[in-house]
DNA sequence: ATGAAATTGAAAACCATTTTCAATTATACT
DNA sequence: AGTATAATTGAAAATGGTTTTCAATTTCAT
């Protein structure tokens, strides 16, 4: 995660932000997971070996991070942002669970070339989508 | 608008619940406007006419709305949940502009036959999707 | 080292939404 | 029609995730 961490600094020195060792902690713990994780849940995991970094700061740095290009907001449809990693991980869309909430990580490179063709359609200068599948799981269809 | 009141009063009577002035005022005040409202938006507009219905009372009208397929939720990635008609309504996804917000309804055939296709493939049975793609409008790209 | 500017944690504020509660109302049943 | 019962209402308070405020502390270019 050595890549991560430089490209973070620099994201800071670009806006002339400062390296402190709090955002340094939060970036580790936010790596250290694989899984979608809430401002909270890293607060939460940041906690244990740092008693002393504040939930703010927490949320400050979350934001830094993204702009750093580092993460991406998942949107379950809770008014919870959860983030999961951005940098040398592939786009990927969901399948969510109404029961267990359990998601899948998908891609099917057809629907993206479609949706490019979309926006062109309507002369949309398409940055992002997001396209989450609603459902239920092999293990909770009845 | 008639079928989409009965069809409303058709689903409180199924779950023993009242048929209210104020529910009914609420129901016609969303079916009038074509837009995606916020229940605020709707609470404001109801305001105009019936100054005497409560804030609360339209959230849980909403949601009853909701529960009678009438209306269905739209997520353009603020926390706010904004209603659209679902009566009579075709499901469509939406092009969603970041500069000046305004959003595009789109449908695409081969997209949704795509994602079918998809959710078969990981023996999930899908219920509803949610594909909304972010860009520059015609008028906002640079 | 110095000083300007950025950062921090704790607490308060924010804001959409939900809940509480006592008073009112709709409906089913005499 | 009158009554009992359960649902509904509006106002206010609570909730919960997120953001802001502010005084104290820290970073870093000079
Ligand atoms: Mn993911
Ligand atoms: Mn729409
Ligand atoms: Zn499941
Ligand atoms: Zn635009």
Redesign the interface.
């Known amino acids: 995660m050595q890549k991560e961490i430089e490209l973070f600094k620099d994201g800071l020195k670009k806006e002339k932000l400062k390296i402190t060792s709090q955002r340094l902690k939060i970036l580790e713990a936010f790596l250290k997971t694989e899984r979608h994780m809430s401002c909270d849940d890293l607060y939460r995991a940041i906690r244990r070996g740092n008693p002393e970094i504040g939930y703010a700061t927490v949320y400050r740095t979350l934001k830094l991070i993204q702009k750093a290009g580092l993460a991406r907001e998942v ?1 379950l ?1 809770d ?1 919870v942002s959860r983030l999961e990693h951005e940098y040398g991980h592939k786009h990927h869309d969901h ?1 969510i ?2 029961k267990c909430g359990r998601f ?1 990580e ?1 891609f ?1 490179p ?2 993206e070339q ?2 490019e063709r ?2 062109l359609k ?17 293990k909770c ?1 009845s």
């Open positions: 949107d449809g008014r399948l669970c109404l899948f998908v099917d057809e629907i479609l949706q979309l926006a309507y002369k949309f200068n398409a940055v992002k989508h997001k396209m989450d599948i609603f459902g239920y799981c092999r269809k």
